[in-house]
């Protein structure tokens, strides 16, 4: 038998134990969001979702996807609903979120999207499209004119398909009629996301009409945040298990665990959302909360990616249940803490433990294959900063040089078991060449990927400590295993 899809329409019917939206969804948009995923569905829309249920109208957010129709094929049938299924442990709790209305399929049309951004009623434009979505140069920090998307959208810039292009077009169109302009908030898990949207935005501006950047520059806001909840991918068996416990389907639906933590700057240029109501942190130092997430919780993620993926591991739960890794994760965050310049009043204690806590949820599967993606994208901030906060301190980092190790291991495309894998990363094409030029010395495999200045920049290659360690430890992983070398940290 089919069961019926998760609409509006079939509201009313669901079982009383699961939450659904205390608003009216007809509500002119108030925000637009660049890059509808499942991290955007089980954060910053749940926040959106509970500061309308507490009465504050006009945030309702309108979708736009700028890659494919995939995720408007799961959520316009169901008119922008989908189920968030929190787990923690054996509990499940089931909440139908309403804040999204549709999702806009940017290649297929683009100007649609361009309009929506134009309304007079959008007033916060937010983003989650991975940090290669914003096409800037990892040494420079300004955008990539070299890029052919973005080349391609200075070419033609009333068609774009970049966030940068979009975002100086729906500019541009409210500038044009009159209107103020959107604040724009970036929601990637970044260094520095506000100032890198600003730097990307206004350098796409100034190629195509200075007075627009210039105008750009005075009147938009490109406030910073922080964003930190675990929510991995969705897969088939979890859609058919939540149909199995509901009697709908829903395509769309997210799972997450019960944490979850959005720090953003007050700095808006536009209507705000009380976001303070609803538990998100307004702050105007979102730069120490980002230090303290990407290098204690975002750097041992890719050390347990790399290091447990490497040794059979399959999630996260799994090998922090592995009393080796959990002592070495321990070992890493020993010599992070001490560079790591947190906020007023952060209690790096309390914080590890809840860490671990949150890594021991056997229930959310959390894919360390996942969170292993884009390493040559995310190394930079979660753990190569680390290692050259540590480096001029002087302080120990055995922990971090291996961590680093275990990504390079990672670029050979070949587990321990002798088993091959894909390399899902933006340079994997880069990495590959080397280590075929490289040949199968442990140092030298190590020597060309340090020399990759878009990831390690254009220091470490020349740091002989460091360039020595690695090699050593990249040929401990390739003869011995991540497990045994692991074994050698005690804490």
């Known amino acids: 038998m089919t069961l019926p899809r998760l609409s509006p329409d079939c509201l009313d019917t669901l079982d009383a ?19 509808v995923g499942a991290f955007h569905r089980a954060h910053q829309a749940v926040y959106f979702d509970q500061l309308m249920a507490q009465g504050e109208a006009g945030w309702q957010i309108r979708g736009a996807s700028l890659r494919s129709a995939r995720v408007a094929h799961q ?5 922008g609903l989908y189920t968030m299924v929190q787990r923690d442990g054996p509990a499940t709790q089931l909440r139908v979120i309403g804040a999204l209305t549709d999702v806009l399929v940017a290649p297929s049309d683009p100007e649609t999207l361009i309009a929506a951004l134009a309304e007079p009623s959008v007033a916060l434009v937010t983003l989650t499209i991975t940090e290669k979505g914003y096409h800037l140069d990892p040494d420079t920090g300004e955008l990539m004119l070299t890029d052919a998307a973005i080349k391609a959208d200075l070419e033609r810039p009333s068609r774009p398909s970049t966030a940068p292009g979009f975002l100086v077009a729906g500019l541009a169109a409210r500038r044009a009629a009159g209107l103020p302009p959107f604040t724009v908030l970036s929601c990637d898990n970044i260094p ?18 200075p007075d627009l950047a210039d105008w750009i520059e005075a009147s938009v806001a490109f406030p910073g945040s922080m964003i930190d909840r675990i929510v991995p991918a969705t897969t088939a068996e979890d859609i058919d298990a939540l149909e199995a416990m509901t009697g709908y389907r829903d395509e769309a639906m997210v799972k997450t665990e019960p944490f979850t933590q959005w720090v953003v700057e007050d700095n808006f240029c536009h209507r705000r959302p009380a976001l303070e109501t609803v538990g998100v942190q307004m702050t105007d130092d979102v730069a120490a909360w980002e230090r303290a997430k990407l290098r204690l919780l975002n750097g041992s993620h890719s050390a347990l990616a790399y290091l447990g993926a490497l040794a059979g591991h399959t999630y996260v739960h799994e090998a922090i249940a ?16 001490p560079v790591l310049d947190g906020p007023a009043g952060f209690d790096a204690t309390a914080y590890r433990a809840a860490l671990k806590s949150r890594y021991a949820n056997s229930a959310l599967n959390h894919s360390l294959v996942q969170i292993a993606m884009d390493g040559s994208q995310k190394l930079p901030q979660r753990l190569l900063a680390s290692l050259r906060a540590q480096r001029e301190a002087g302080l120990p980092m055995a922990a971090i040089l291996m961590a680093v190790a275990a990504w390079m291991r990672w670029q050979s495309g070949v587990d321990e078991a002798g088993e091959t894998f894909t390399v899902d990363d933006p340079l994997a094409a880069v990495t590959a060449a080397a280590l075929e030029k490289a040949g199968p010395d442990p140092d030298e495999r190590a020597a060309a990927l340090l020399s990759i200045e878009a990831v390690f920049g254009r220091d470490l290659k020349n740091d002989p400590v460091i360039a020595s360690a690695l090699g050593h430890d990249l040929a401990a992983l390739m003869s011995r295993g991540a497990r045994a070398c692991l074994s050698d940290f005690d804490v």
């Open 322 to 337: 592995d009393p080796v890794f959990a002592r070495f994760v321990d070992r890493l965050w020993d010599e992070v803490e």
């Open 192 to 209: 520095d996301n506000g100032l890198r949207t600003r730097a990307a935005v206004l350098g796409f501006a100034r190629q195509v009409n």
């Open 17 to 35: 134990s699961i939450r659904r939206p205390a608003y009216h969804r007809c509500q002119e948009a108030g925000i637009i969001h660049l890059g």
């Open 75 to 79: 959520l316009n049938p169901q008119g």
